[in-house]
C-alpha cells in the first residue's frame, strides 16, 4: 500500500500529441503509475485513474460521489477561486449520488431503450440522406462538418425533445462556449444562463399544451405522479441538448477523417459491407474517447485503489482514453480494426451513470457511417491532413472543420 507524495505530482497533460492517440503521459501513466496523483491545470491536485478495472470500480463504487459542485472536485478550467462556480441549473443527473440519483434516471430512461430508439431509425435514415443530398448538390469542397455532422445529431435530437430546430444555432453557439476550457469562466456561465433562459421558456410553453415529445411525455408523467417539477426539466432538457448533439457530431467528423486519412481499406469495407457499421462504430468510440474528462468523483473515505491510498476528500478524475488502450483488456490496443467491435469500451463511461443516449449516439453513427461511403465512393479530403484543427481546446475533443471533396 502507497501513498503518493505531493513532490511526485506531475501537472496533467490534456492535448493530444496525435489526433488518433491519447496524451503520451496518460499512456506512461497507465503502464507506471495507473493511480497517480497529479496536478491539474488549475494549479490544484487531483488523482488519476487510467487502468481499465481501476475506473470501472471507481464508476460502480459508492464511496466516490459524482457530485461535480463538491470543493474537491476535479475541475480543469479555473475560475479564480477555490470553490466550484455557482449555476443557474439545479444539479444535474450526472451530479446525483444514490438515493436521489436513481429515481431521476428510472423516470426518463424508458425513452432510450432499444425499442424506441429502433423506431426512429427510418427517420434518422432520412436526415442523413437529406443532408448528404444537400452536401452532394453544393459546392465542392464542403466543410462535413457544418455540413452533415453538426446539423444530423442536432436535429435528431431537438425533434427527440421537442426543440425547434430554427433555434439550433443558438444552442450550438453556447454549448461551443460552455465546452470551451479556454473561455472565461464568465463567458462559461454566460452561456448557461443563456440556455437555461431558453429552456425555461420552452419548457413553460410546452407545460401550458404538453407536446408529443420528451419533454412534453415527462411532463405528463409529472403530473400523473405527482412529482412536477420544472427546475428538473430544465436540468433534464439541458443535459440531453448539450450531450445529444455535440458528442456524436464531433464522432462524425473524428471517425470519418481517420477513415479518409488513416485506413482506406476500412471506408472501402464499409462501402462493400454496410452491415460493418456496427462493429466499426464501436471500435471508433473505443479508438477516440473524446469525452476523456468527463468522468469526475470525489473520495467520501479514504478508498485503496490498485495498492494507492486515495484521502478522503480528493478528487479522482478517471482517464478512460488511456483506460480504452489497457492492454489487458483490448488486444494490440494502438491498433485501429473495425473487426473488433468491443462493445466493452469506456466510451459511454460504465456503471449507473453510464451515458442515457448511447444507444441513440450508435444508431446515429451506425446509420452515417453505413450511409455515407456507400453514397459517396469517391469522397476525399480537400485540404493536407496537416492544415487540419483538432478542438484541444474543448472539454469533448473533435474538428473545427473537415473540408472534403468527390
Not at 462559461?188 to 440556455?195: D, I, M, N, T
Not at 458528442?247 to 482506406?264: D, R, V
Not at 476528500?313 to 489487458?328: I, T, Y
Not at 491498433?335 to 441513440?360: K, M, S, T, W
Request: with cysteine; net charge negative; glycine share 6%.
Amino acid at each position: 500500500m502507497t501513498i503518493d507524495s505531493a513532490e511526485s505530482a506531475e501537472t496533467l497533460q490534456t492535448a493530444r500529441g496525435c489526433p488518433f492517440a491519447p496524451p503520451e503521459q496518460h499512456v506512461r501513466l497507465l503502464r507506471e503509475r495507473p493511480v497517480a496523483k497529479v496536478k491539474l491545470p488549475t494549479g490544484r491536485d487531483a488523482w488519476v485513474a487510467t487502468r481499465y478495472e481501476d475506473i470501472r470500480t471507481v464508476l460502480s463504487d459508492p464511496r466516490f460521489s459524482a457530485n461535480r459542485r463538491h470543493p474537491a472536485a476535479p475541475r480543469l478550467v479555473n475560475d479564480g477561486s477555490e470553490q466550484p462556480a455557482s449555476s443557474p441549473l439545479p444539479k444535474m443527473m450526472l451530479e446525483m449520488d444514490p438515493p436521489e440519483h436513481g429515481p431521476v434516471r428510472r423516470a426518463v430512461v424508458g425513452e432510450f431503450t432499444l425499442r424506441r430508439i429502433a423506431a426512429m431509425r427510418p427517420r434518422i435514415q432520412q436526415i442523413v440522406d437529406e443532408h448528404l443530398d444537400a452536401m452532394l448538390a453544393g459546392p465542392r469542397p464542403a466543410d462535413l462538418v457544418h455540413a452533415v455532422a453538426l446539423p444530423v445529431p442536432s436535429l435528431v435530437i431537438c425533434e427527440l425533445l421537442g426543440v425547434p430546430y430554427d433555434d439550433h444555432d443558438f444552442f450550438q453557439t453556447n454549448s461551443a462556449q460552455l465546452l470551451n476550457r479556454r473561455a472565461s469562466e464568465q463567458e462559461r456561465q454566460h452561456a448557461v444562463l443563456e440556455l437555461a433562459i431558453y429552456l425555461d421558456k420552452l419548457i413553460t410553453a410546452k407545460e401550458q399544451q404538453p407536446t408529443d415529445d420528451l419533454l412534453g411525455r415527462q411532463i405528463v408523467k409529472q403530473r400523473e405522479t405527482g412529482t412536477v417539477d420544472h427546475q428538473a426539466l430544465i436540468s433534464l432538457a439541458f443535459l440531453l441538448l448539450i450531450g445529444g448533439h455535440e458528442t456524436t457530431a464531433n464522432m462524425i467528423s473524428l471517425g470519418t477523417y481517420l477513415l479518409l486519412q488513416e485506413h482506406p481499406e476500412a471506408a472501402a469495407a464499409l462501402r462493400e459491407h454496410p452491415e460493418k457499421a456496427e462493429h466499426a462504430v464501436e471500435e471508433l468510440l473505443r479508438y477516440f474517447t473524446i469525452a476523456e474528462f468527463a468522468m469526475a468523483r470525489v473520495t467520501l473515505e479514504d478508498v485503496e485503489l490498485s495498492g494507492t491510498v486515495i484521502p478522503a476528500g480528493s478528487g479522482v478524475l478517471m482517464l478512460a482514453n488511456a483506460g480504452n488502450r489497457d492492454p489487458e483488456v483490448f488486444e494490440d490496443p494502438e491498433r485501429f480494426d473495425i473487426e473488433r467491435g468491443a462493445r466493452n469500451h469506456l466510451a459511454f463511461g460504465y456503471g449507473a451513470h453510464q451515458c442515457l443516449g448511447q444507444n441513440l449516439a450508435r444508431v446515429e453513427l451506425e446509420i452515417f457511417f453505413s450511409t455515407l461511403f456507400r453514397r459517396v465512393p469517391t469522397l476525399r479530403l480537400a485540404v493536407p491532413a496537416e492544415e487540419l484543427s483538432f478542438k484541444e481546446e474543448a472539454a469533448v475533443y473533435g474538428m473545427h472543420e473537415l473540408p472534403v471533396t468527390w
